[in-house]
């Protein structure tokens, strides 16, 4: 590839000085447009990191680039010196007998073996570093002794999560029982404590991971195990089952959300309470209304995301904190008399409002949750239908699907927009 050039026509060479500008330009372009692919801040990156632990598991990252990069520019440069050195100059070189093969130099062997423990050595070091301090809670450097962490306990489904607070319990319900505070999909956290996180399963091996904060530790049948992570500033982060667990393991997805004090304490207060309940008053003499919008069809892998979301998740997530206006009690009224009618109740638990299902993640707080179907779509009227109308269209082979097969459960267009409407009604 040295002398190319020389030996193509010259409509070739016009070809390729084209294509080099047609490169040269495009760089300059990605280069101009913000550098969003240089920076890899994605989603789920692993790059540009918001904690300790990811921070810690970075720098092994890197660590190991610079030691291959090193490896790979001398071995490239003697490679290149012997191309270029022994490279055969004319015809009768092409046809010469190679020269006298040396074997084994003393000096260059152990220089290679020498080198070689180098580099793993080099590697070694802050690779068990980082083993050690991720997997120990930190330890306060007044008294040694761990730091008191924030507990929340998280356990894999096909497929979604659920995250427990055990030490956090809801308010006392007509019985006076209390039980820890249970939500689904989204675990909020407060900032800049760390956090302890104890991962389980009920079926099959998952794996808990958010990029931008830690990972990844598996959820492992009948095997306690746990990881820690702290969130460095407020936040909305993506999270995601790392390990292959059936049909839906690649939409088998999650948020935390990061909180300074003050808002992680005023969650906690709301998610203690029962659920919200719309009271369904009608004026007398008045028509009750029943608000129904159009049917919209999906198509199958439709992005469930808007734009304006994408932009500020953690402000969309905060807009949800309150009843959204509009609400219609009629509509809302109907719903709920369909999640009983439609056994929703015999797999999902709606606190206060009779529902205790314990299969399906527990929406007692849905409506203010961002997102549905374990993180994929946006939780907006028209997602929710979407997804209530068929869900196995949206995450393939879940329980829920199954479950309108196997008990016969149809729902009408009207049918879908109530369930929606009193879903979302759950503040
Ligand atoms: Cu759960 Cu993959």
Same mark, same amino acid.
């Given at each position: 590839?040295?002398?190319?050039?020389?030996?193509?026509?010259?409509?070739?060479?016009?070809? =390729?000085?084209?294509?080099?500008?047609?490169?040269?330009?495009?760089?300059?372009?990605?280069?101009?447009?913000?550098?969003?692919?240089?920076?890899?801040?994605?989603?789920?990156?692993?790059?540009?990191?918001?904690?300790?632990?990811?921070?810690?598991?970075?720098?092994?990252?890197?660590?190991?680039?610079?030691?291959?990069?090193?490896?790979?520019?001398?071995?490239?440069?003697?490679?290149?010196?012997?191309?270029?050195?022994?490279?055969?100059?004319?015809?009768?070189?092409?046809?010469?007998?190679?020269?006298?093969?040396?074997?084994?130099?003393?000096?260059?062997?152990?220089?290679?073996?020498?080198?070689?423990?180098?580099?793993?050595?080099?590697?070694?070091?802050?690779?068990?570093?980082?083993?050690?301090?991720?997997?120990?809670?930190?330890?306060?450097?007044?008294?040694?002794?761990?730091?008191?962490?924030?507990?929340?306990?998280?356990?894999?489904?096909?497929?979604?999560?659920?995250?427990?607070?055990?030490?956090?319990?809801?308010?006392?319900?007509?019985?006076?029982?209390?039980?820890?505070?249970?939500?689904?999909?989204?675990?909020?956290?407060?900032?800049?404590?760390?956090?302890?996180?104890?991962?389980?399963?009920?079926?099959?091996?998952?794996?808990?991971?958010?990029?931008?904060?830690?990972?990844?530790?598996?959820?492992?049948?009948?095997?306690?195990?746990? =990881?820690?992570?702290?969130?460095?500033?407020?936040?909305?982060?993506?999270?995601?089952?790392?390990?292959?667990?059936?049909?839906?393991?690649?939409?088998?997805?999650?948020?935390?959300?990061?909180?300074?004090?003050?808002?992680?304490?005023?969650?906690?207060?709301?998610?203690?309470?029962?659920?919200?309940?719309?009271?369904?008053?009608?004026?007398?003499?008045?028509?009750?209304?029943?608000?129904?919008?159009?049917?919209?069809?999906?198509?199958?892998?439709?992005?469930?995301?808007?734009?304006?979301?994408?932009?500020?998740?953690?402000?969309?997530?905060?807009?949800?904190?309150?009843?959204?206006?509009?609400?219609?009690?009629?509509?809302?009224?109907?719903?709920?008399?369909?999640?009983?009618?439609?056994?929703?109740?015999?797999?999902?638990?709606?606190?206060?409002?009779?529902?205790?299902?314990?299969?399906?993640?527990?929406?007692?707080?849905?409506?203010?949750?961002?997102?549905?179907?374990?993180?994929?779509?946006?939780?907006?009227?028209?997602?929710?239908?979407?997804?209530?109308?068929?869900?196995?269209?949206?995450?393939?082979?879940?329980?829920?699907?199954?479950?309108?097969?196997?008990?016969?459960?149809?729902?009408?267009?009207?049918?879908?927009?109530?369930?929606?409407?009193?879903?979302?009604?759950?503040?």
């Amino acid at each position: 590839m040295f002398h190319l050039t020389p030996f193509l026509s010259s409509s070739a060479r016009t070809g =390729l000085s084209r294509v080099g500008r047609i490169f040269a330009a495009l760089a300059g372009l990605m280069l101009l447009s913000g550098c969003e692919w240089w920076r890899m801040d994605g989603h789920q990156s692993t790059i540009t990191v918001e904690g300790p632990v990811a921070r810690s598991q970075l720098h092994v990252f890197y660590v190991t680039c610079w030691v291959s990069l090193v490896i790979f520019i001398i071995v490239g440069s003697v490679l290149a010196y012997a191309m270029l050195k022994f490279r055969a100059k004319s015809a009768a070189d092409e046809h010469a007998e190679p020269p006298e093969q040396g074997h084994g130099n003393p000096l260059v062997e152990l220089g290679l073996i020498g080198a070689s423990i180098l580099a793993l050595v080099i590697i070694a070091v802050p690779t068990l570093r980082s083993l050690w301090y991720t997997f120990e809670m930190p330890k306060d450097p007044a008294t040694g002794k761990p730091v008191e962490a924030y507990e929340v306990t998280a356990t894999g489904y096909q497929w979604w999560f659920k995250f427990e607070y055990p030490k956090e319990l809801t308010a006392p319900d007509a019985g006076g029982a209390r039980q820890p505070i249970v939500t689904g999909n989204e675990l909020i956290i407060p900032v800049g404590r760390p956090v302890r996180i104890n991962v389980r399963t009920v079926d099959v091996i998952h794996s808990f991971w958010v990029p931008k904060l830690a990972g990844k530790v598996d959820m492992i049948p009948n095997r306690a195990n746990f =990881l820690w992570l702290q969130a460095d500033k407020p936040g909305y982060y993506w999270g995601q089952c790392a390990e292959y667990c059936g049909d839906s393991h690649a939409v088998m997805r999650f948020r935390v959300i990061a909180l300074a004090d003050k808002e992680f304490k005023a969650w906690l207060e709301n998610e203690a309470q029962p659920a919200r309940t719309v009271q369904n008053r009608t004026i007398a003499g008045a028509a009750p209304r029943a608000q129904f919008n159009a049917l919209r069809q999906f198509k199958t892998n439709e992005v469930g995301v808007s734009d304006k979301f994408d932009k500020d998740p953690l402000k969309a997530w905060q807009a949800l904190r309150d009843p959204q206006p509009g609400e219609d009690p009629v509509l809302i009224a109907k719903g709920r008399e369909l999640f009983a009618q439609k056994t929703c109740v015999a797999c999902h638990a709606i606190r206060g409002h009779g529902a205790a299902g314990v299969s399906g993640p527990d929406l007692t707080h849905f409506g203010a949750r961002s997102t549905l179907a374990a993180g994929l779509i946006e939780n907006t009227p028209e997602q929710l239908q979407r997804w209530i109308r068929d869900p196995g269209s949206v995450k393939p082979g879940n329980k829920m699907a199954k479950g309108y097969i196997d008990n016969k459960i149809t729902l009408s267009n009207d049918e879908q927009v109530a369930l929606t409407a009193y879903l979302l009604s759950l503040k």
